[in-house]
C-alpha cells in the first residue's frame, strides 16, 4: 500500500491505474514527450541553445541531434519524428519532402531565414507545415557586412598574416578613407538598412541604394529617414566605390551581379555580398577579380558553399574550382556564412524555432505577430518573394 496524493492509503496496483489513466498527470507528461524532432546540419553549439530553450520554455520536446545535412540520402533518419529542423544549407527538394511527409513529418521548422531550400510547393501538397525564422539579428548580419567592408578595403587579413610570419612591410596594404566614398546598398530590407546607416552615421559615407520596393526610411530626410538617395542599378554600380548586396537570392536576383553588369562597373569597385552567393555569377567575378576591374571581394557566401560550409576541410581538397580559386586569392575574403552568427541571433532562433514546433504540437500553428521576430508560416500564407 501506498499514501495517496491526497493522504489516503491506496493498493499498489490502484495506484499504477490511477497513474497511467487517461489524463493523468503521466500521460499527459507522455503525450507532451512524444514530439519529436530531427535537427540536421546540428553544431554543438546548436545542441546547446535547443536544450537550453527546451528547458527554459519547457517545452519537453525529445531531439535527435544530427550533424548530417538534410537530404534524399539522410531523410529516413526523421522515421517517428513529428518535426524536422534544418539549416540554410540543407536541401530539402521534391523527393525528399514528399519521404518527409511519408515519415509522418508534419513540420520542416527552417532555423534561418531563407527558404530558397524547400520545396514550398510540394510541402503544401504534402500537407508540410514550413516555419522559419525571420530576422533573428539584422544587426548581426548588416554589422559583419561593415566589417567585412573594412577589412576588405585596409587588408587586415593579409596585414595579419603578414605580421605573423614577421613581414611588416606596407607594400599591398594600401586602402582608402571610407569618408565620403559612395557605397551603393542593393536591398535596402532589415539588413541592409542597419548596413546603410552604420555606414552613413558612422563613416560619412555617401550612401546610395537600389532596390524594387523602396523603403522611406532609407530615402525620407532626416530625422525620420536616411536621406540616402535611390538610383537605378546600373548607375549604382557604375559610381560606387563599394557595394553591399543585401537582396534575397530569387529567380530575378540570380546572377544580378555578372559579366555584363561588371562591363558598366566603376573600375577598382569592392564588393560585399552577405545575402546569398546566388546573387553574383561566379565565374564572373573571379573574372573581374583577375582583371583588376573588381579590387576585392568580401564574402560571407558563394555559390556552391553547401558541401562545404560548417565542415572542415583544412586536410582534405575543396574540389569546387571556382572556391579554390577564391580562397587563394589575395584580394579576398572568405567567411563560411557566420554573418548571423552572435549570441543573439542564436537565442532569438532557438526561441522562434521551439515555438514553432510548440505550435504545430498543440494544433495553433506557429506565433504570428507583427514584430521583426515572427515566424512566418508557410504554407498557405506564402510571402510574395522568398526573403533569403
Ligand atoms: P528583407 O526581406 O528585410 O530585405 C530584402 C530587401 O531586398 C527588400 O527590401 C526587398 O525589397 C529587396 N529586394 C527584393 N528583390 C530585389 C531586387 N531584385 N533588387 C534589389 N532589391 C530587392 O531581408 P533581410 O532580413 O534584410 O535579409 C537580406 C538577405 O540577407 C536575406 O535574403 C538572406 O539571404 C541574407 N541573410 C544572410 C545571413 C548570413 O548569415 N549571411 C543571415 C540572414 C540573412
Redesign the pocket.
Known amino acids: 500500500s501506498l499514501l495517496h496524493p491526497w493522504g489516503e492509503v491506496v493498493e499498489y496496483k490502484d495506484f499504477v491505474s490511477w497513474l497511467f489513466r487517461d489524463r493523468s498527470p503521466v500521460r499527459a507528461l507522455r503525450k507532451r514527450s512524444s514530439f519529436k524532432v530531427a535537427i540536421f546540419s546540428c553544431a554543438p553549439y546548436d545542441r546547446d541553445w535547443f536544450d537550453r530553450t527546451n528547458e527554459e520554455l519547457g517545452c519537453n520536446f525529445e531531439f535527435e541531434y544530427h550533424s548530417e545535412q538534410l537530404n534524399i540520402d539522410t531523410v529516413t533518419r526523421a522515421k517517428g519524428c513529428s518535426a524536422v529542423c534544418t539549416f540554410?544549407n540543407d536541401f530539402a527538394g521534391e523527393d525528399v519532402v514528399k519521404a518527409l511527409a511519408e515519415e509522418g513529418v508534419k513540420l520542416i521548422a527552417l532555423r534561418?531565414?531563407?527558404f530558397?531550400r524547400v520545396d514550398l510547393r510540394a510541402a503544401k501538397d504534402a500537407g508540410l507545415t514550413v516555419s522559419r525564422v525571420?530576422?533573428?539579428?539584422?544587426y548581426?548580419?548588416?554589422e559583419?557586412a561593415v566589417a567585412l567592408m573594412l577589412s576588405l578595403n585596409r587588408r587586415i587579413p593579409n596585414a595579419y598574416r603578414n605580421s605573423r610570419l614577421g613581414n611588416f612591410k606596407l607594400d599591398g596594404q594600401l586602402g582608402c578613407d571610407m569618408y565620403k566614398k559612395r557605397v551603393g546598398i542593393?536591398?535596402?530590407?532589415?539588413?541592409?538598412?542597419?548596413a546603410a546607416t552604420v555606414l552613413k552615421k558612422g563613416f560619412e559615407c555617401d550612401v546610395v541604394a537600389?532596390?524594387?520596393?523602396?523603403?522611406p526610411k532609407i530615402s525620407d530626410p532626416a530625422p525620420d529617414g536616411l536621406g540616402i538617395p535611390y538610383l537605378d542599378?546600373d548607375t549604382v554600380l557604375a559610381t560606387s566605390d563599394f557595394i553591399s548586396?543585401?537582396?534575397?537570392?530569387?529567380p530575378?536576383?540570380k546572377h544580378?551581379i555578372n559579366a555584363e553588369k561588371l562591363k558598366i562597373m566603376k573600375k577598382g569597385i569592392q564588393i560585399v555580398n552577405?545575402?546569398?552567393g546566388g546573387l553574383i555569377d561566379t565565374t564572373a567575378l573571379i573574372q573581374g577579380l583577375k582583371d583588376g576591374t573588381i579590387a576585392g571581394a568580401a564574402m560571407?557566401?558563394v555559390e556552391g558553399e553547401a558541401p562545404y560550409f560548417f565542415r572542415d576541410f583544412s586536410t582534405s581538397c575543396v574540389t569546387d574550382d571556382n572556391i579554390a580559386t577564391l580562397v587563394r586569392m589575395p584580394n579576398v575574403i572568405l567567411t563560411p556564412?557566420?554573418?548571423?552568427?552572435t549570441q543573439e541571433?542564436l537565442k532569438t532562433i532557438s526561441d522562434t524555432t521551439l515555438k514553432s514546433m510548440q505550435g504545430i504540437r498543440e494544433g495553433t500553428g506557429p506565433p504570428k505577430q507583427n514584430g521583426v521576430l515572427d515566424t512566418v508560416c508557410l504554407p498557405p500564407e506564402a510571402p510574395k518573394?522568398?526573403?533569403?
Open positions: 540554410v534561418c531565414a531563407g530558397d525571420p530576422a533573428y539579428s539584422p548581426a548580419v548588416g559583419h542593393i536591398g535596402t530590407g532589415l539588413i541592409g538598412t542597419i537600389y532596390d524594387v520596393f523602396p523603403n542599378l548586396l543585401h537582396a534575397p537570392l530569387l530575378t536576383t544580378m552577405t545575402s546569398r560571407d557566401v556564412h557566420l554573418a548571423f552568427f541571433a518573394e522568398d526573403k533569403g
